[in-house]
Each structure stands twice: as C-alpha cells, then as structure tokens.
C-alpha cells in the first residue's frame, strides 16, 4: 500500500497534469549526494531553485531542454541518447520532488496569473518520505519480456530489497526493423536500508534467471 506521502505525490501530479514540464538543468557548482536529513531553509531554497528554473522556459523548445537536463541528473546506466536500449534507471529523492514541486509551483503560477506556492505542511510531508522512488527502463525481444521482473540494491555485502515494486507496462515497439521492445518499472527502496551515499548497483532480476546490473553511484545523485 503506498504510504500518505507518495499518495500526495499522485494527487498534486494531477492536479497539475496540465503543466507537465520538467526541470530546466542543475547548477554544476552545486553539491551533490543524496541528502535525508534536508532542513525548511534547504527545502524552500530547492523549491526557489525550481521555480526559477520553470521561469525561464518561454518556447516549446525550452520544455524539451528542460526535461532533458532534469532526467540527465537523475539518471543512472546507459545514456539513452546513445544506447536507445541501454538499461538505466532514474532515481527520485526528496530534493528531486521539492525542485519538481517547485517548477510546478512556476508553471501553475503562469497559468493562474498569480503566485502558487506548496503548503508548509505539504512540505514537511515531502521531507519525511522515507523512500527512494527508482524507475528502471530496459528493452527487450518481445511485448512481455518484463513481467515478473524483480530488482534489488546491492552495496558490498549487502542486498537491500525494495519495500514494493510496481508490475513493468508492456513492451512498446521500438522504431526500426530489428524486433526489440521497451518496458519499464518503478521500485521503492526505503532509506534506512541502504547508504545513500554509496556506490551501488541495481540488480534487475527476470524470472527465468536472466540477470542485468546497472552501476548506481547514489554519490552523484542529489
């Protein structure tokens, strides 16, 4: 069952549905590592960060240079843009959704004519989110070839099991002649399971044995 938290998640995406863009990229001097422990000032300053990214999207154009640089710094394994079936994954921490709340605020902002701006409250609920929402995105040679798919979080010795994971869409076809299908799935890894620093690997596991690794270095991902 998916917790109060998440549930909020779901229902302000809708809300906003409308205003789907993304983030228009990160600033290179700025930190990164994912962070559990974010303070209001650090998590209203993500949000400001947000909106001003959302601020300067004036064309289509620019939607499509901000959804690119927003996936690129979460995301882990092969680069899409040169291996289109490259398995990777992207990563949603607590400072991903407050900078995505915080374009969110921008865009909604845009359409209202006037300032919108998350409840304190909403906030605090952000904060305390005690997972890590991963995404996983693989091909494959036929329609189905995700069902069943299972993943795991492997630090050193240590294997850290998702407290839920979401069943893979079916395959969509990929242009070209060569049959290959793309999929993906969405997990949840609770934070006190793992270091969220560290370098890992995500092991995504296929019910007939098959076995892929994607090298996940959490270090670089805020």
């Keep these: 069952m998916r917790t109060q938290h998440f549930h909020f998640i779901q229902l302000f995406l809708l809300t906003l549905l409308a205003c789907g863009f ?36 004036v064309k289509v154009e620019d939607v499509a240079v901000i959804m690119k640089a927003a996936e690129h710094a979460i995301r882990v394994g092969a680069n899409p843009e040169k291996e289109p ?5 992207i990563l949603r921490t607590r400072y991903y959704w407050l900078e995505y709340f915080g374009r969110r605020e921008a865009a909604e902002s845009k359409r209202q004519k006037k300032p919108v701006r998350m409840p304190e409250s909403k906030i605090q609920e952000i904060l305390q989110m005690p997972y890590l929402e991963v995404e996983i995105r693989m091909c494959g040679e036929e329609e189905f070839f995700a069902e069943g798919v299972d993943v795991a979080l ?21 242009p070209g002649d060569i049959p290959s299908y793309r999929s993906r799935f969405t997990a949840r890894f609770a934070y006190a399971d793992f270091d ?8 995504v596991f296929f019910p007939d044995g098959k076995l892929f690794n994607i090298e996940t270095d959490l270090s670089k991902i805020r």
């Design 22 to 57: 993304l983030n228009w990229g990160i600033n290179p001097n700025q930190a990164l590592a994912i962070d559990i422990q974010l303070s209001m000032e650090q998590a209203n300053q993500a949000l400001a960060d947000g909106r001003g990214s959302m601020e300067k999207a």
């Design 196 to 203: 969220p620093q560290a370098e890992s690997t995500l092991a």
């Design 154 to 174: 492997q630090q050193g010795s240590l294997m850290a099991r998702p407290v839920d994971v979401g069943a893979a869409e079916r395959g969509k076809k990929n």
């Design 85 to 89: 079936c490259g398995a990777h994954a």
